[in-house]
């Protein structure tokens, strides 16, 4: 199904004035008409009077506005006419009717074109909510965000993890969209779940050894939280692939949300925060030691004083143990001799 945009239709506001002076014109001539049949006359123009009023309102369906970014998808008799994408006042066949399966669905998500019609119009005259509802049946051309709600998804390594995702997306091919697909709106949220469940198994929620994320058989650095922008587009390229024939153009894909799921979030930080500790005592070690090492060099080198191997170890002991602890040392001052 190709797309034909119908852009020779602006004529709305010329068939809307001729529509109306002809309906002057029959009330016109009934009046006349009427004379003319008490005088004696042929009631030829009274008829035809009569006959327009009755059915010189049919035009008037036929008138169509559309707002910037806004496009209408018309059938005549189950037929697929044109689409009209382009602002303007547009005249069509009065029989055409506008087509919009995802006019009344309503997802997690901005630009939806019946959210704010369907209120507005929503009155107790009947006219109105007829207008209303047809009006409902444009389909908006506008970048629109859909946030799905978070799923609890295992990662690579088999953890739970919860996590968001924002799509920005528009519509490019409105017949694609409306008639290759039941619902375009549902097809893309059940498509944007079924890839981001995909990418999560790829990567580990954190770094983690001995896993390729790339699908090149080396091993990487690769995870959910390091590397979100390289998921977000993985996820971005699955998404466009599954949608393409819906007629859907996905902009880009943002991770909103990522955490360890609820039953597993105590014992992780716990881990993450073991691990903190860890690498934070190497690198004190590591530091203490390279001042134990400077602090002998520099007594050996002034000949300050002259140590033997078991002094040096006690020496070296005393401080580590006021380097490496985690509270503030007592000192204890020798005041008589070192040996």
């Known amino acids: 199904m190709n797309e034909k945009v119908l852009s020779t239709k602006k004529n709305g506001m010329l068939v809307l004035i001729i529509t109306t002076l002809l309906y002057l014109a029959a009330i016109a001539g009934c009046i006349f008409g009427g004379m003319i049949v008490n005088d004696g006359g042929l009631p030829v123009l009274l008829i035809i009077s009569i006959i327009w009023l009755c059915i010189g309102w049919i035009p008037y369906c036929g008138l169509k506005v559309l707002k910037p970014q806004e496009a209408l998808v018309l059938t005549l008799f189950g037929k697929y006419v044109g689409t009209l994408k382009n602002d303007g006042f547009y005249y069509v066949n009065p029989f055409c009717t506008s087509v919009n399966p995802a006019a009344k669905t309503k997802l997690n998500q901005s630009g939806d074109v019946d959210g704010g019609a369907q209120k507005a119009f929503a009155v107790t005259v009947k006219n109105e909510v007829s207008f209303g509802e047809a009006s409902s049946r444009k389909i908006s051309l506008k970048i ?27 519509v490019t091919d409105t017949a694609k969209a409306v008639f290759n697909v039941d619902n375009y709106k549902e097809y893309l949220s059940l498509q944007c779940d079924s890839a981001l ?28 939280r390091g590397s979100s922008e ?43 925060q073991a691990s903190a500790i860890i690498d934070a005592r190497k690198m004190i070690v590591d530091g203490a030691v390279g001042m134990v090492e400077m602090a002998l060099d520099r007594l050996n080198e002034k000949e300050i004083v002259e140590l033997d191997e078991e ?3 006690a020496m070296v002991s005393n401080l580590l143990v006021v380097l490496c602890g985690n509270h503030d040392t007592q000192p204890i001052v020798n005041t008589g001799s070192l040996y």
Request: hydrophobic share 40%; net charge neutral; with cysteine.
């Open 144 to 170: 629109m965000t859909l946030n799905n709600n978070r799923q609890k998804i295992n990662d690579c390594l088999g953890n739970p993890v919860e996590i968001g995702i924002a799509v920005m997306w528009r």
């Open 197 to 224: 469940r995909n990418i999560v198994r790829i990567y580990p929620y954190d770094v983690a050894p001995n896993v390729d994320t790339t699908g090149d058989g080396v091993a990487d650095e690769g995870s959910l």
């Open 230 to 272: 390289v998921v977000a587009s993985r996820i971005r390229d699955e998404i466009q692939q599954k949608v393409s024939e819906a007629g859907l153009e996905v902009i880009e894909a943002r991770i909103t949300y990522l955490a360890y799921a609820q039953e597993i979030a105590a014992v992780m930080l716990q881990r993450q």
């Open 311 to 313: 002094r040096k170890a």
